[in-house]
């Protein structure tokens, strides 16, 4: 199963006893679970980010405990020898951000849906609604912590330069133009950082970009792929959606998971403001 898969190849999958699929809405100040419910794709079961995370830490969105995300998996049917395909209709495209998840805890074929819920109900294709019901499967404790990157390990990179840190906020809040919606966190960016708003690996129509297309924008933003890659955001959401999109280029990107709600937040982190 490739990593970003087609509304047509997902059609002519449904119903196949291995696969699972997975709305993975989050929005803030919208009720993902209600809206799944009015509408999904059938068979979809639905997956609650707003709980998939660390309760006990001061951060919104740090990721929560092998154990604790394993057994969140269990009881929709996520488990072991599951191909999973995931979609949302967030404007932060969270679908990512479960895929980066979903991998880093174990999942090995893991894809996200192209155009999402969106496209799919506008090539008038079916739609369920009510709570979807799968058998519990087996998801098995794992975790490859690689992948993540901590405040210390951000402070150590901006003097060895050691790997490219690339930022998924808006331009405004990248240079510090425009202040964070936060009244605590500083304005700015990580020293050194350079900037790729998430929106720009999209087409007008919410299918992403792909091969050359998706390339230029990394290349625009100052990026050179064959080097080493950590992404960042805001707490962490958007930068799944990059590090999803240098997937799809080959660069296995690590993801700094407190990004700027830490970095932003702590007064002994140096901030840049202006271009990169």
Known sequence: MDALVTTEWLASELGAS?????????????????????AHIPGAVFMNLAELRDTDSDLPNMLPSADKFASRMQTPGLGDGSRIVLYDTSPWHTAARAWWMLRLFGA???????????????????????????????FTVWADLNGVRDLDQMKANIDSGA???????????????????RPSIAAGHIPGARNLPYGAVFDANGTWKTG???????????????????????????????????????????????????????PSTPKATGPA
């Open 108 to 138: 090995h074929n893991v894809a996200i849906l192209d155009g999402g819920l969106t496209k799919w109900q506008a090539e008038g294709r079916k739609i369920a609604s009510g709570k979807e019901t799968l058998r519990h499967r087996h």
């Open 163 to 181: 790997e490219q840190v690339l930022d998924a906020r808006s331009a405004a809040r990248f240079t510090g133009e425009e202040s964070d919606p």
């Open 212 to 266: 050359d297309a998706l390339k230029v924008e990394f290349e625009k933003a100052g990026v050179d792929l064959s080097k080493p890659l950590v992404t960042t955001c805001g707490s962490g959401i958007t930068a799944s959606v990059l590090a999803f999109g240098a997937h799809l280029l080959g660069n296995e990107a690590a993801l700094y998971d407190g990004s700027w709600s830490e970095w932003g937040g702590d």
């Open 18 to 38: 291995d696969l699972r699929i997975v709305d993975a809405t989050y929005a803030e100040g919208r009720d993902a679970a209600a809206e799944y419910e009015a």
